[in-house]
């Protein structure tokens, strides 16, 4: 139990187009799910809470308009990095919170989108 | 700003050995969940153990287990009989802030298991 996946796993795109990032929780419900950005060698970085139904929280930093998070469902959110430039390559994970039951202060994470930039 | 502090930025044991990864944690909260994930090679974040700060039992899930010390604010990782699937960073967490839904993470430990 408690899946979350992700899609994609690579996409490689050109400076200036747009790319969207699914992320879903498989068999579980979640009103919140997050989207963190990682580093080579780093620590996770929040970039986002996504809650369903809701406008997304940035963190400190993080443009909404080109991180654009959209969470229309409570399996689904997506993460599109408008006009993606090289320095936009990274390696970006989601992970969703179970709403309601056991676990509920538990976050599961998706597998991760490598994201290149040309 | 709440913060977690992983003072072990790499550690490396023999197959079969145990292995202690510390944490700390700074938070004003009474009652809150702390967490340990798992980053092996694939980068795919695993739960590896989760302890509830009102319960003073230690958690423990097979080989993995925590040394909880509430007052101290520190979790530490313990990993008995340890494996070479078990190479990979450790992240410990710890709420945000209170009612916050999201977590802190500290800097990672990499764990390599040698053969």
């Known amino acids: 139990g408690a899946v979350v996946s992700q899609h994609p796993s690579w996409v490689i795109c050109k400076s200036g187009t747009s790319v969207k990032i699914e992320c879903r929780s498989l068999?579980?419900?979640?009103?919140?799910m997050f989207w963190y950005r990682q580093f080579p060698k780093q620590s996770l970085m929040l970039m986002a809470t996504?809650?369903?139904?809701?406008?997304?929280?940035?963190e400190q930093g993080v443009e909404k308009d080109k991180f654009l998070i959209n969470h229309a469902s409570l399996t689904l959110s997506t993460l599109t990095v408008t006009s993606a430039h090289p320095e936009d390559s990274s390696f970006y994970i989601c992970?969703?919170?179970?709403?309601?039951?056991?676990?509920?202060?538990?976050?599961?994470f998706g597998p991760g989108t490598r994201l290149t930039v040309l | 700003a709440q913060t977690v502090t992983q003072s072990q930025p790499e550690m490396s044991v023999q197959e079969a050995e145990t292995v202690t990864l510390s944490c700390t944690y700074d938070?004003?909260?009474?009652?809150?969940?702390l967490f340990w994930y798992k980053q092996p090679p694939s980068r795919q974040m695993i739960l590896v153990i989760r302890?509830?700060?009102?319960?003073?039992q230690n958690a423990t899930e097979n080989r993995f287990s925590v040394n909880f010390q509430k007052a101290a604010k520190s979790f530490s990782l313990k990993i008995s009989d340890s494996q070479l699937g078990d190479t990979a960073m450790y992240f410990c967490?710890?709420?945000?802030?209170?009612?916050?839904?999201?977590?802190?993470f500290g800097q990672g430990t990499r764990l390599t298991i040698n053969p």
């Open positions: 068999d579980f419900q979640a009103t919140t």
């Open positions: 992970s969703a919170r179970v709403a309601r039951g056991l676990g509920t202060d538990t976050q599961y």
């Open positions: 938070t004003s909260e009474s009652n809150y969940y």
């Open positions: 967490a710890s709420p945000a802030i209170q009612g916050a839904q999201k977590l802190v």
């Open positions: 302890q509830e700060a009102y319960k003073q």
């Open positions: 996504s809650n369903e139904g809701s406008k997304a929280t940035y």
